[in-house]
DNA sequence: ATTAAAATTTAGTCTTGCCTAAAAAACAGG
DNA sequence: CCTGTTTTTTAGGCAAGACTAAATTTTAAT
């Protein structure tokens, strides 16, 4: 990873990350080298997966047992998954059921660290004619959430491609719903479960 | 309030709270007077409260729904209570089914700040012979709840004083399944909602 | 009323996390 | 392979919270 890479990513600023980098190394999280980039320790990548897995779990219990929808859940979660206590993301997972996707689509670690790692390819590259499962989504911001609400997709919706605009990448699907028309931006956040 | 009375409650030092009260004057949480010391605002003590609700509904949740026990949620909870969503803390509540007690038998405010204040007596006193429910503990250390489980002693255990030690404030106590004796130190320590 | 002790505040320092501006390194096009 | 541009780091600063030590105010005891 970049430093400016990172801190697009972060709303930060890259000197910001260069400070962070060097703590990160000093706590053997990242490797480190100035002017090279950085990359994450398999110390590091535990510690990750871990954060991963309990934002997820807390946002499927957002979802679940407190009612809210899958885009209201994000910022949220962000604050809950730095409630440090074993054992409440333990007991948490227990009392979900131990699922295995969180409300995008996305798979969550369990205990030990371990994911399922399904290929899963974005609508815009499909080959026309192909479909397959909506399984994850890109972006998870409140807008884009929404967009898909209003147009009735969600996990789990059979999506077929019928034309792909080689222009301007917009394409147009098919739900066993409706047929839509879809910028390339959103066909880029939404993947799917190939069949 | 003094300034190290706080100090000492919240395990800092005197010129931190010193610090700390001119910022929370600045916004209107508390009256501070220099050398004179200090009191909530109604404004600070609706904030405080509101805390309090959040702190005592996770207690709830994480002994309803997490299967923790009574002396292990404090510290968790004391994370939890600082996580900002109103919608989180109202859904919790709904969750939880309007809980009016967290498992220690103190009050839960309700979304307005309401909450009941309901007279409780410390069993050091009582009158020798007076009896009552067992309704709040002062001491929420492991090491005191994990005491009273020993003995069997929980919310909603009818108590009674059998004999009171004027000597070293000691008593003689019976409950539905035993006769026990019981420390100044323990009975100043359980609340009781006499009968 | 005076003064010693206790309580409290002030002054100055440290760490953390972030920022801006300047310097240094890497890179890319001629 | 050199030089201008981009990327990244360094240097220095700021705010928040906490601390120690010194100063100040309050309190209580003679």
Not at 14 to 27: G, H, N, Q, Y
Not at 85 to 99: A, H, T, V
Not at 130 to 138: E, F, K, P, R
Not at 151 to 179: N, W
Request: glycine share 6%.
């Amino acid at each position: 990873m970049s430093t400016n890479d990172i801190a697009g990513g972060m709303n930060t600023k890259a000197s910001s990350v260069t400070d962070m980098l060097k703590k990160l190394a000093d706590k053997n999280l990242a490797e480190y080298i100035p002017y090279k980039g950085t990359r994450l320790t398999q110390n590091g990548i535990n510690c990750a997966t871990q954060i991963i897995r309990k934002h997820r779990l807390w946002e499927v219990f957002l979802v679940e047992k407190l009612d809210f929808s899958w885009d209201e859940v994000h910022e949220v979660a962000e604050q809950l998954e730095h409630i440090q206590s074993r054992k409440l993301i333990d007991e948490l997972d227990k009392l979900l059921n131990f699922p295995k996707y969180d409300p995008h689509g996305d798979p969550i670690p369990d205990a030990q660290g371990n994911y399922e790692k399904t290929v899963k390819t974005a609508i815009s590259q499909l080959e026309k004619g192909q479909s397959g499962i909506l399984a994850g989504v890109h972006d998870t911001s409140t807008r884009f959430l929404q967009y898909l609400d209003k147009h009735q997709i969600e996990l789990g919706t059979q999506i077929q491609l019928l034309e792909l605009e080689a222009f301007d990448g917009s394409c147009l699907i098919k739900t066993d719903l409706k047929e839509l028309h879809i910028s390339k931006t959103i066909a880029d956040n939404l993947y799917l479960k190939v069949l």
